[in-house]
């Protein structure tokens, strides 16, 4: 499944530099599907979601950090467990239960990402 932040966060930061998808965001910030993966042009999320990539979308919270569930992978391929979670000091990086994904959804999310 993916990670989620939830409203508890303090707003530091810790986390955002940790993904190694390019997932987290700060609240209010737009976000784009191409930034820290392969990317590009018209593409289809796993979710079903038809987007340009390259095209700022809509954040997801407008007032704490967020993570875009489409680019969320628990760092499956690159880490024993997911940063934001290890990295987070108020403990609100924790399974996301409306978006349950298996280990090997996980790593063809990374492979769709990233152009493997």
Known sequence: MAIKITDECINCGACEPECPNNAIYE????W????GT???GMVVMKSGLTI???????PV???????????????MGFHEEPQCAAVCPVD?????EEHVE?????LEKK????GE
């Open 27 to 30: 609240g209010a910030v737009d």
């Open 32 to 35: 784009k599907a191409s930034e």
């Open 38 to 40: 392969s990317l590009s």
């Open 52 to 58: 340009d990539a390259n095209t700022p979308q809509e």
């Open 61 to 75: 919270s407008d007032d704490v950090y967020f993570i875009v569930t489409d680019k969320c992978t628990e760092c």
């Open 92 to 96: 609100c990086c924790i399974p996301d």
């Open 102 to 106: 298996s280990t090997e959804s996980l």
């Open 111 to 114: 492979a769709f990402l990233h």
